[in-house]
């Protein structure tokens, strides 16, 4: 079986691929096709998305397209594998059809197989070529191999996903934590490196250094992380509580930092605000999750750009992002309140569940007679207070609040007014939250 | 229950946001609705005819919950009152409000009425004196506001039922009653 096909490609729930541990994203190129004719039955992997890695070639079926329930599923070819890339022959043939990369690859031991790229999409094929081969050259899986016996601190945990594994992606704690912005720097090194190609030799030996000093800090930051956790799980109860927070703040923070690939403009292309928002999906999930369902999009532009580290985004590349959600089959959405503010919430996320808290909150004895201001709400609820106020205003929009403005602030009440009876003004019904309102009022004046 | 003089107050009137001007559609009709129908029913009984924005008015304001209109809401209800013809904008300036508990078409009615009763169908009579005499003392036109008597007094002649005509002092004028 494994002779026949690639190995399968593992997705997230928005389409982004799934990465190994240390990999990045080098190139991405759309309306590819993926042929060979060394197997018999393999696949037919038309116009999709061919993202190249530091370790792996990817092909995506491209969703995004109207005939997404026929496409193949997503594969990858450990660039390990490789045994060969055949240079294209510049003649005049090639000038009328579309570019095509041929490589030869070796999916086990006996067999070797030629495989072809065709690229129908209008991406930079020399580009993406000579990215090609550098990341076969660089051999970047080999380096991995290498870390994780020099480090070794890990033992199960760190060793259990390894490469190959892949489960987690870029969310894999260990990968989070062992790429952070080194990453980063790597890339940006690479690209001076690229453009100022008078100083190559020199360069290469910057990267070399910089590459065993990452390795250096990866090690300590993951020896880091054990320490903090062996230290918190073992001793907790003699430790104090300030250091215990300490450290839990200290980890959060660690885990915090860290998309191990960031997608960037220069590695997209033209696919860089479709995928950025794939990516920007799964990352939400987990902030999402933490601040209730709800989450300001200045809050997810700080988390978002922090996770990135050196690679940032603007505003309006994020708003992009979250507007092409509306396209894709992802678990969030955009919403803006009548305000003006825009928050990043779950599909599933319900106002009901949200006015049934509220509606808790101001019915109490003491809320019913004085209301809750914002921050009153910010706290119960457990949410930033801009938010609060979003959820009050559209609670009272609805008939279940109303405000009261006065020299004290701006406060809710809960909606009192349908329950007046206009033909009898003094009228209290024996039952109700009118009923219990009037009994709450005149005992305080009693007191 | 809280009182204003004798008037008796509802017990939304300790409710806060009742003293601030709702901007939700339902809410801010049921606010106003409430609104009008107490300033009628406190002026009613207080005989009061005449609301001053900038003055005080007891019903404006609330010291046991520390609330009170804005100026905005105050004219928001007293706009409220005129649009359904039961009060009217004295000035340009919405300085000042007349409100009319009866209309005046309801007024007209009281004092033929009032006419009637008191057998003064062919008499004559000062508009002073309908407004402050012996015969009006305990109806609903003792103290009637002098504007509101006058354009009641117009229906009528209007219908040929009185003539007001220039009294020999300046400032009163005469009712002859034809009924």
């Not at chain 1, 532009?301 to 992002?321: K, M, Q, V, W």
């Not at chain 2, 924005?53 to 706009?79: G, K, Q």
């Amino acid at each position: 079986m494994a002779t026949n096909s690639l190995p399968k490609a593992d997705l997230t729930s928005s389409g982004r691929p799934v990465f190994l541990q240390n990999e990045i994203e080098c190139s991405i190129l759309s309306s590819v096709d993926l042929e060979c004719d060394d197997i018999p039955n393999f696949p037919l992997l038309k116009s999709g998305l061919l993202v190249l890695t530091t370790h792996r070639l990817l092909w995506l079926p491209d969703n995004s397209s109207s005939s997404s329930s026929s496409s193949a599923a997503a594969v990858a070819l450990p660039l390990s594998f490789l045994t060969h890339i055949f240079s294209t022959k510049k003649s005049v043939k090639t000038l009328f059809h579309s570019p095509r990369v041929r490589f030869q690859a070796s999916l086990d031991s006996s067999k070797s197989v030629v495989m072809t790229v065709v690229m129908r999409g209008k991406g930079d094929t020399d580009a993406f070529l000579a990215k090609f081969w550098e990341n076969w050259r660089a051999r970047a899986w080999e380096n991995d191999v290498q870390t994780q016996t020099q480090a070794g601190v890990g033992s199960s945990s760190v060793s259990g996903s390894g490469p190959g594994s892949g489960s987690g992606g870029f969310y894999t704690r260990e990968g989070a934590v062992r790429m952070v912005g080194v990453s980063g720097i790597l890339r940006k090194e690479q690209e001076m490196w690229e453009s100022t190609d008078k100083s190559l030799q020199e360069a290469f030996q910057d990267l070399n250094a910089l590459m065993s000093k990452a390795k250096e800090m990866v090690i300590l930051a993951e020896k880091m992380r054990q320490k903090l956790l062996s230290g918190s799980n073992s001793k907790s109860s003699a430790t104090n509580d300030d250091e215990v927070g300490s450290k839990e703040e200290m980890q959060d923070w660690l885990l915090s930092v860290g998309i191990v690939s960031p997608v960037t403009k220069e590695s997209a292309g033209a696919l860089y605000h479709q995928q950025l928002s794939r990516q920007l999906a799964d990352y939400v999930r987990i902030p999402l999750e933490r601040a209730g369902g709800m989450i300001n999009l200045i809050d997810v532009y700080c988390l978002f750009n922090r996770a990135r580290g050196t690679e940032l985004i603007s505003p309006d590349d994020l708003l992009r992002a979250c507007s092409l959600w509306e396209k894709f089959d992802v678990p969030v959405m955009l919403r803006k309140f009548d305000s003006g503010v825009m928050v990043i919430q779950n599909k599933s996320h319900s106002d009901e569940e949200v006015f049934a808290r509220i509606k808790a909150l101001v019915t109490n004895p003491d809320t019913l007679r004085t209301g809750i201001s914002a921050s009153d709400a910010a706290m119960t609820l457990g949410i930033a207070p801009g938010m609060a106020k979003e959820h009050l205003l559209t609670a009272e929009s609805k008939g279940l609040l109303c405000r009261d403005i006065s020299p004290d602030g701006f406060r809710f009440y809960i909606n009192l007014f349908p329950e007046i009876n206009t033909d009898d003004v003094y009228l209290v019904k024996d039952y109700g939250i009118y009923n219990t309102w009037v009994r709450v009022a005149s005992a305080s004046r009693l007191e | 229950m809280q009182k204003l003089g004798d008037f008796k107050l509802p017990h939304f009137f300790n409710y806060p946001p009742y003293f601030t001007l709702q901007p939700v559609r339902d809410t801010r009709e049921k606010q106003v609705q409430l609104w009008k129908d107490l300033i009628l029913d406190y002026c009613r009984t207080q005989k009061i005819f005449v609301i001053g924005l900038e003055e005080d008015f007891a019903l404006f304001s609330n010291p046991v919950i520390e609330r009170s209109l804005s100026h905005e809401a105050r004219e928001a209800f007293l706009s409220a009152l005129v649009s359904e013809g039961r009060a009217e904008w004295l000035d340009k300036g919405h300085r000042k409000c007349l409100i009319l508990w009866h209309r005046v078409q309801d007024w007209a009615d009281i004092i033929f009425r009032f006419v009637k009763d008191n057998g003064l169908e062919d008499s004559v009579m000062t508009v002073e004196e309908i407004r402050s005499g012996i015969e009006s003392r305990g109806t609903e036109l003792h103290v009637i506001d002098r504007t509101i008597l006058m354009r009641a007094l117009r229906v009528l002649e209007q219908k040929g039922k009185l003539a007001i005509f220039k009294g020999t002092s300046a400032d009163d004028e005469g009712v002859k009653f034809s009924m």
